[in-house]
């Protein structure tokens, strides 16, 4: 997120952000400690942007650089981008997409919207070691880097400086973590033998055998339907439990361990990951019934306890 920001939203510059969580803000502060004008779209946690809420923000503000999140962890809602980027381009502007927790699980297709800069993390849909972050740049964004005149503050995320290490004239730049290269290596070998579409289509039922077991529990989606990552699902607490007690008796008694809401979402809703080897018919049903059985027994703990 930082190399995005620091190679690519100079001081003074007007960065526009849709905002609607955790992730969000986090590119906004670091467009701020960059020294950039920052302004931001707004929303409610886990809502998305229409393509005319976006081109109407973009033709208002003008701006030389466009971020949005594709797949907002802290809400579970999953944020088209084609409209974003056809305006950005269209003001001249280039467009930065947090793709942390869409790559390897959902298409991202990132040509195909228009993106003009990405990055993501190895640990969540690719299933790999954390450590690496893949990172990507268009001929437009290299374009535009080349003619920066002011260096990166950030010595070590300076992409002029990492392009001469990776490519001619291989100038040292810093120690590669070739274990973790080995182990990315051998994490898109076993996406490519199962095939990428395969992958997907995994995650898709995994997450609609989800639904279908959250529903059976009288239990709803914080996300609206088709607004939603499939590999990160985000359930509403329900009325009247409390989510400290569910999260810790499901790892306490199940060794399960899922996350809960932060931000304006504290205390609302869960966060579940069901991704990569954990997306499977027979690990989603261990935890719906696991899920099930502990909220049953903290409903009848708070109703006890009136």
């Known amino acids: 997120m930082e190399t995005a920001v620091s190679n690519f939203v100079e001081p003074e510059s007007k960065l526009a952000v849709f905002a609607a969580g955790y992730f969000a803000d986090r590119i906004t502060e670091m467009g701020s400690r960059h020294g950039a004008n920052v302004v931001r779209l707004e929303k409610p946690w886990g809502e998305t942007f229409s393509g005319e809420e976006a081109r109407d923000f973009i033709r208002r503000e003008q701006p030389q650089t466009v971020a949005f999140v594709h797949a907002e962890t802290s809400t579970g809602a999953l944020q ?28 991202v ?67 590669a973590p070739i274990s973790s290269f080995y182990a990315l290596r ?12 395969n992958r997907w289509e995994r995650h898709r039922r995994c997450h609609e055998q989800f639904l279908k077991g959250l529903s059976t529990l009288g239990v709803r989606m914080h996300v609206a339907e088709g607004k939603r990552i499939l590999t990160l ?15 810790q008796k499901l790892l306490a008694e199940h060794n399960i361990e899922i996350s809960g809401g932060f931000g304006p979402l504290a205390g609302k ?4 990951g069901i991704m990569g080897p954990l997306a499977t018919e027979e690990s989603v049903a261990m935890f719906l019934d696991a899920f099930g059985r502990v909220l049953a027994e903290v409903r009848e703990s708070a109703t006890a306890s009136r």
């Not at 981008?81 to 942390?100: F, T």
């Not at 809703?269 to 579940?272: D, E, P």
């Open 186 to 197: 051998e994490g898109l070998a076993a996406i490519m033998d199962e095939g990428l579409e």
């Open 109 to 175: 297709q990132i040509d195909k919207m228009g993106v003009d800069i990405a990055y993501s993390c190895t640990q969540k849909g690719l299933s790999c070691p954390p450590g690496l972050a893949p990172f990507t740049a268009s001929p437009r964004a290299l374009e535009h880097l080349r003619a920066r005149k002011r260096p990166n503050p950030v010595w070590y995320l300076d992409l002029k400086l990492i392009a001469e290490y990776y490519d001619a004239p291989h100038t040292y730049h810093h120690t």
């Open 269 to 272: 809703i869960f966060r579940i």
């Open 233 to 247: 699902n985000t359930p509403r607490v329900p009325e009247g439990v409390n989510d400290v007690q569910v999260r």
């Open 80 to 107: 088209p981008g084609d409209a974003i980027c056809e305006a950005a381009h269209e003001a001249g502007a280039l467009v930065i997409a947090d793709c942390v927790t869409s790559l390897g699980g959902v298409p």
